[in-house]
């Protein structure tokens, strides 16, 4: 295979290769559920305002990608309304009063098309932009992702979005055991957990990256302005 020309971009544990061509944007779970009050994210018990700290660098890197006229695909976690593609272990699971399915102030919890579904307003998907539902914590099960990042070309993914050490670190590690160049970026993912969210960024990039590569939402931006040429706005921008 011809080797892909690639820069070095500042990271953890050494330079990321970032690539000429093949590179998109993963946005996990950027939807109500996980980030306002009444959604799965609190039914679970936990202080969902956490999340918004990185609502900011997402949407910086979100433009980003627009700019460059890179790919950006968003995932969004939920079931099916008759629930047949939730195991039951998954809903049963926990103390919570209310579990997947049952109502709740933003409509029945973790259901595919609730408004608590839906990504949240700040990071809204443009038309033509992709939204992969999935049943599970990470993107590639049960899903068509790695449809589309075949379809594309691509080859590495900067990786972004909730929780880190639930559905982007299950992601990061499917997209790493297919082959893609994952680079995690620290203040573009947040958990409810401080200590979890240190503790995924360490093990990502120990041993010599085993499953990919840590950076900032900063030194990315400067990567891309510098690496890659603004294209035209599309009519409906
Ligand atoms: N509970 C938790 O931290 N996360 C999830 O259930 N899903 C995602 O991480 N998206």
Request: aromatic share 6%; with cysteine.
């Amino acid at each position: 295979m011809p080797t892909m020309p690639t820069t070095p971009l500042p990271a953890q544990p050494y330079p990321y290769p970032l690539p000429a061509t093949g590179l998109a944007l993963l946005i996990i779970d950027m939807q109500r559920d996980f980030i306002e009050p009444g959604g799965f994210g609190d039914a679970l018990g936990n202080d969902v305002s956490l999340l918004r700290a990185i609502i900011s660098n997402v949407k910086a890197l979100q433009e980003a990608f627009r700019r460059y006229n890179l790919p950006i695909f968003q995932t969004v976690e939920g079931h099916l309304p008759d629930l047949s593609d939730c195991p039951s272990s998954k809903r049963d699971r926990g103390t919570s009063a209310l579990k997947i399915g049952d109502p709740g102030p933003m409509g029945r919890i973790l259901v595919l098309g609730e408004p608590g579904n839906g990504i949240i307003p700040e990071l809204a998907p443009l038309p033509g932009e992709v939204v992969i539902p999935k049943p599970g914590k990470g993107a590639f099960f049960a899903t068509d992702l790695e449809h589309h990042l075949i379809k594309q070309g691509i080859t590495h993914l900067v990786i972004t979005g909730v929780t880190t050490e639930v559905c982007v670190q299950t992601t990061m590690r499917e997209a790493n055991d297919r082959g893609y160049e994952c680079l995690l970026v620290e203040d573009a993912t947040e958990s409810y957990f401080p200590e979890f969210k240190r503790a995924t960024l360490e093990m990502v990039r120990a041993q010599g990256g085993i499953v990919g590569w840590t950076s900032c939402t900063e030194t990315l931006l400067q990567a891309l302005a510098q690496h890659y040429a603004a294209q035209p706005l599309e009519p409906y921008l």
